[in-house]
């Protein structure tokens, strides 16, 4: 399985054309989304790793080039060039786990048009996969209070590597472990899980198979409760094997539920389980869960719950599938001079950013909470004591002008391949998810909502504004 | 990247626990579903080569087993036991391309325990996904009306592997092409596309773009016409080109819209493409369309559009992202002999149907159309001669009994694996895409209806009836 031949065939057929009529021309392109799923204000994204891997692997083998020949729509000398293809450009990007609003780059590739053409359809896959999942990792967690989430839907995934890819991104998004295991083997992320029904089935009776399970894992002893009947007998078989252990010198996790009424059936458990003695043993809910019945269950219903195990509304993002992100041409470089370039579009909306950029997220001195980010020409430089002339960066704003100033600044984008080889080193997923939760901390809380969040500021500079007014022919 | 690993913890916790306690304890699990995706009435199945190159190929590796014991969960045994895993077990499944319903088996795993319960996440994540997309193309390409429909949704699929497979269940389920070159070449199905918007851009004007494309693809000369203005520039222009085509002896393709009001632009573009003799050049359609829309595009709005090409709502199926699919315990055999199991829940809806069990599809003798599927227990036959006495399948219906005769009938499952060899060959996806639309014109058009399909009828047997109602407690 060559990744690189996830690529859809006119990327192919629009760079053997490059090659025949402007094979020196280079292209930037920018990827950037404009709806943000679930209407929330930002996404969190993920997949650079990923990409980066992609780009620096991107070849054509033997099989490959045979069957694209087969197609006899390629030159001889497109198919060498994709047999000896290597990268010989640019990336920047932002960092993964960073909380990214619309029409921001998130991640911007120069090179021969001839070889960054090809990348759009695999980068895409890859970034707008693992974001949306990043992101509504982000809502489920916020809707959690900081209980942990446990990421357990592989079964319901799009595939098994929909399933790996997307609990890696779950984790950059907060979720504090998966059950799969092929996730957390390559990505050193704390794996989970409990038993199954068919554990309990698999026995004469319930009682038996939790006591088989309490002498297999006495310290690992976290129960399902609800395959016959959660009150009348899961839970007090359960505290019958709690106490068991207990008296070995062990300490029960404590129980999940999986069905029924979950606030109803957490509220007695927790009784029946503190009645006996048992405050500490946990409860964990699961049960095709997502961010609002999370924050019912825990704002309106007041459930006694301590851990989440969320499967198929995670993994797949069901309430909202897809990531729209788009991987646009904002530049040629023609004779050594950058050409800006805009996709004009009868929806003023979906009217393109123009030329090289960089974004930058501006902070309060006082407070250091971010307060807007600034969108500006590759070339300009903000400092914190001068103001920067904006507008904004949505036209379907009124966009006047506005000023800013008095803030200090970090500019997002890092530089990620340099003259076609790879220059940057991709943090752990440990250490990305925890910078995700820096950069979700210095966000004002209002953008963080799930539901109506605030808009959060995104300008973009004057002169870039004056550029795509140009460029679409406004005066 | 072993897909094995792509297993949740817990059937690993449960398969070392049956080492310890049941090691000699057969399983027999059901992959169903419950719930049709987008309220249609059937699901048409997918996935199954892959879930056999998965079973077949079940393995962990050095690095695999050296992760796992780091867990601190496994014995030294169960390690081993790994290191040398090997299915023995039995598999049935339904082909491929079978429009199969609610609780129908669609495939069916016979083992020793601790290998059968260790296959539940990877054939579920394969299966669901698979099978949901087949689904959502079957509704994609009966909105379409025999039009062709390209998939196109790579960019925005859940990762490049799901873009992968989910268009060759897109295939499967009716889809004409992909543009994903990595689907066409594995799966030797043709591949598509014509020019993004980039192109247009790289060129000094859309003319020269157009032009240059024509020289490079006189027989596949196909032209993306809104980057600028589709009535008074894009099909214009198209047809200049199409005019020095012509000339040059080549017939042009057509035309594609990609944004904007589909329906108008499609009429306007129509009679501009005629009024210049072009009465033969296609419109193809794209902008994030669906069933729905087509629907209405065709029916309400007669667009005349020829070809559709989808991406991310076919890719996604992103109207209902989840195909539900379970896997769950049927039957155990102890000391050889088969002991059917039950999963009881507080909702009647979710209680299994018990046993090693068989599906047929009865059809009317004189129109041969599919009027009733029967599930059996495995060892009951059934005969075009006798009547056989069923109640319904779905527990939510009143399930009075009735009898069945005078029909033809098919067994729809068929032996996959026997004593642990894979027995059977898959076909290839076009012969799947072939079988698939035979069985769907089996099937009543009201069943195949969009939205609120008529209720097909699926009973169970007499016999399986009164199984399950012994195992509930129901006399």
Same mark, same amino acid.
């Given at each position: ?5 996830v690529?859809?065939?006119?990327? /192919?057929?629009?760079?053997?054309? !490059?090659q ?23 996404v969190?994204? *993920?997949?650079?790793?990923q990409?980066?891997? *992609? ?7 033997? %099989? ?5 020949? $087969?197609?006899?729509?390629?030159? &001889?000398?497109? /198919? ?11 990336? %920047?990007?932002?960092?993964e ?12 590739v ?13 980068? =895409? ?10 992101? @509504? ?38 979720? *504090?472990? %998966? ?24 026995f004469? +009776?319930?009682l038996?198979?939790? &006591?088989k ?8 002893c ?31 996790i404590?129980?999940?539920?999986? $069905?029924?009424d ?10 029946? =389980? ?15 869960l997502?961010e ?23 993994? %797949? $993002? ?18 050594g001079h950058l ?5 004009i ?8 950013l123009?030329?090289?950029? @960089? ?9 250091h909470?971010a ?5 500006? /020409? ?13 507008? +904004?960066?949505?036209? /379907? ?6 000023f ?5 600044f ?5 530089t ?13 997923? @440990? ?8 950069a ?8 963080k909502? =799930?539901?109506?969040?605030?808009? !959060? ?19």
């Amino acid at each position: 399985m060559n990744l690189s031949m996830v690529t859809d065939l006119y990327e /192919l057929s629009m760079a053997n054309g !490059y090659q025949q009529t402007i094979p020196d021309e280079e292209g930037i392109f920018d990827i950037f989304y404009r709806r943000v799923p679930d209407n929330g204000s930002f996404v969190v994204t *993920a997949g650079l790793a990923q990409a980066i891997d *992609a780009v620096a692997d991107f070849h054509f083998e033997k %099989t490959d080039l045979a069957y694209l020949d $087969s197609l006899h729509l390629f030159t &001889e000398k497109f /198919l060498l060039f994709l047999k000896d293809f290597h990268f010989s450009g640019e990336m %920047t990007a932002v960092p993964e786990g960073t909380p990214i609003f619309p029409r921001e780059p998130i991640l911007t590739v120069r090179g021969p048009l001839i070889q960054v053409q090809l990348f759009e359809t695999l980068l =895409l896959s890859i970034i707008n996969h693992e974001s949306l999942i990043a992101t @509504k990792a982000r809502r489920i967690t916020y809707a959690a209070q900081g209980r942990p989430i446990m990421e357990f839907g592989a079964r319901r995934a799009q595939g098994p590597m929909s399933a790996t890819f997307g609990a890696r991104a779950a984790i950059i998004g907060g979720c *504090a472990s %998966t059950s799969n295991l092929l996730t957390a083997k390559l990505f050193d992320v704390p794996s989970a899980g409990t038993m199954a029904h068919s554990w309990i089935e698999a026995f004469p +009776s319930e009682l038996a198979a939790f &006591e088989k399970w309490a002498e297999l894992y006495p310290d690992n002893c976290a129960l399902l409760v609800d395959t016959y009947d959660v009150i009348n007998s899961g839970v007090p078989n359960a505290i019958k094997v709690f106490g068991d252990l207990v008296k070995q010198g062990h300490q029960p996790i404590g129980i999940r539920i999986d $069905s029924g009424d979950i606030a109803h059936l957490a509220k007695i458990a927790r009784q029946q =389980l503190d009645a006996a003695g048992f405050e500490k043993a946990k409860i964990t809910a699961s049960n095709a869960l997502d961010e609002t019945t999370i924050q019912s269950l825990l704002l309106n219903e007041k459930a006694p719950i301590d851990n989440f195990g969320i499967g198929e509304k995670l993994i %797949t $993002s069901a309430s909202d599938p897809v990531l729209s992100g788009v991987y646009k041409l904002v530049a040629v470089v023609h004779d050594g001079h950058l050409v800006p370039k805009i996709k004009i579009s009868d929806s003023r909306e979906k009217v393109t950013l123009p030329g090289l950029k @960089k974004v930058y997220r501006l902070y309060n001195k006082q407070t250091h909470e971010a307060f807007a980010d600034v969108i500006t /020409l590759a070339d300009e430089e903000i400092s914190a004591n001068s103001q920067i002339s904006v507008r +904004s960066a949505d036209p /379907l704003d009124t966009r006047q002008h506005s000023f800013l100033r008095d803030f200090d600044f970090k500019a997002l984008q890092t530089t990620i391949f340099d003259q076609g080889k790879p220059v940057y080193t991709s943090p752990t997923v @440990k250490e990305i998810q925890a910078a995700c939760r820096s950069a979700l901390k210095e966000l004002p809380e209002e953008s963080k909502r =799930l539901s109506n969040p605030n808009k !959060y500021p995104v300008y973009i500079s004057e002169e870039l504004a004056q550029l795509q007014d140009q460029l679409i022919g406004v005066d």
